[in-house]
């Protein structure tokens, strides 16, 4: 192992400072750092048992230092093609905002803005004015407030209102929410007492009442929306629960979940109730998120009785989880759309969930030409247009599949997963998935704008 051989640090720096794609603007502090590591990876491969020359050391350490500043030039968290036909992808960042929502926080973003100031009285104001009338106004709710995300909601709540004593909740809603949280966790951190009643399948209205004491603090109902249950099982309805809560001088809170603000009941998508619903039905204090279902940004929305959110925003814990100025825009635009009624149109989420199959099949067909006219194709790889199903992902809507247009690629040159291995390192990279040794790559979420860099992308890859 004779490590005299490696180049130094500066002898590479010179050569590669040489090359032409290199320019003026380089960052000679990154490119020192990938000369470095080049060097500490062939010293590795050195120590393996491997044996070069030492101009094969110096040719193999100029191109691996190039390869690596430009992999340190990437940014880490970038754009990405979803061809997953999943639609909430949670790895993917989930919702795609409105255009009208990224452009409001892009307004906001390098500016200074009026978060918490009222520009009539030039005194200081909440960042919850921005979102509070149009809230109320879409759940029928007396008061609204915002934190970071839905198990902030939750916990914030039951902080609130039930630290210290017991919360009543059915057995089987004790959900797990993702990444291992679970509502037991969340009710245990707010110190909250969590009272299971029921069995796994089936609770009654009697289950509740033999449950009630001095020392319960609310009942809780958690919507089950990231599972399903059918068969022999029942769950008592929410206005029989509120009607229970209230003879007892006890709040009712509800857990939604992913929570939506379009029916998408009415377009045959899943059977997920709306916000204003469950107001309606007497809930006193209501969480739902807003990043799954109703596509905006993240966040955990709180709508109720203002008695109840009034104590909820004196809460500590409070500034702990409050949102930050993007969020705010974001979420302000996005449900501007909604009070305007645009949603299907300007919200990515609620257009991708309601897209009709014949829209489906022409951005298929149109992905499809883009595939199979390229000259020289047939002996790269075979492409098929099938019917297949999306699913909306992000722990909403279990059990619902949306018929939607595949299109499959069998590579001839290469593996399947190395074509997709490729395409993950392309620039925009592109997710699709594989079954049975095929490339499928679904349109429902692959928007109009990037058919075509998706088939150049596929093209350049095979």
Request: glycine fraction near 8%; aromatic fraction near 4%.
């Amino acid at each position: 192992m004779d490590y005299s051989l490696l180049p130094k640090v500066d002898q590479i720096l010179l050569a590669v400072e040489k090359v032409p794609s290199m320019g003026d603007g380089y960052s000679r502090t990154v490119l020192a750092e990938a000369a470095r590591e080049a060097i500490q990876n062939l010293r590795e491969q050195i120590s393996s048992g491997l044996s070069y020359t030492r101009e094969e050391l110096f040719d193999i350490a100029i191109s691996s230092t190039l390869l690596i500043y430009d992999r340190k030039l990437r940014p880490s968290l970038r754009r990405v093609i979803n061809a997953t036909g999943v639609v909430l992808h949670t790895n993917l960042g989930r919702s795609l905002l409105a255009k009208e929502a990224a452009e409001a926080v892009g307004d906001i973003a390098d500016k200074y803005c009026n978060l918490e100031i009222d520009l009539e009285s030039g005194k200081r104001s909440s960042r919850y004015d921005h979102l509070r009338e149009l809230l109320c106004a879409l759940t029928g709710a007396e008061d609204a407030m915002a934190v970071n995300n839905n198990a902030a909601a939750v916990l914030l709540t039951l902080d609130t209102l039930t630290r210290g004593g017991e919360a009543i909740v059915s057995r089987g809603q004790l959900v797990e929410i993702g990444g291992s949280f679970r509502i037991p966790d969340i009710m245990v951190k707010s110190g909250t007492s969590l009272v299971e009643v029921g069995t796994t399948n089936k609770t009654h209205l009697s289950d509740y009442v033999n449950s009630i004491n001095e020392n319960t603090a609310a009942l809780l109902q958690v919507h089950p929306s990231n599972f399903t249950m059918c068969g022999f099982v029942e769950e008592v309805g929410t206005s029989d629960l509120t009607k229970l809560a209230h003879e007892n001088n006890i709040p009712m809170i509800y857990d939604l979940g992913s929570g939506c603000l379009y029916p998408f009941v009415e377009k045959a998508v899943g059977s997920e109730p709306l916000p204003k619903q469950l107001i309606g039905e007497g809930v006193d204090v209501l969480t739902f998120s807003g990043d799954k279902l109703l596509g905006g940004p993240q966040a955990g929305i709180i709508v109720g009785k203002k008695k109840y959110i009034d104590m909820i925003k004196k809460n500590p814990l409070t500034r702990a989880l409050r949102i930050d100025k993007f969020t705010v825009a974001a979420l302000e635009a996005t449900l501007r759309i909604y009070r305007d009624g645009r949603e299907q149109e300007c919200i990515p989420t609620v257009s991708m969930l309601t897209a009709s199959i014949n829209e489906l099949r022409e951005k298929g067909k149109e992905l499809y030409r883009l595939l199979a006219d390229r000259a020289g194709a047939v002996s790269l790889y075979e492409v098929k247009l099938i019917e297949g199903v999306s699913l909306v992902g992000g722990g909403s809507l279990p059990g619902v599949e949306l018929p939607t247009f595949i299109l499959e690629i069998i590579p001839k040159r290469k593996k399947t997963t190395d074509l997709l291995a490729d395409l993950r390192a392309g620039d925009p990279a592109l997710l699709g998935y594989i079954h049975e040794d095929k490339a499928l790559f679904d349109v429902r979420t692959i928007t109009c704008d990037e058919l075509k860099i998706t088939a150049e992308a596929i093209i350049a890859s095979v």
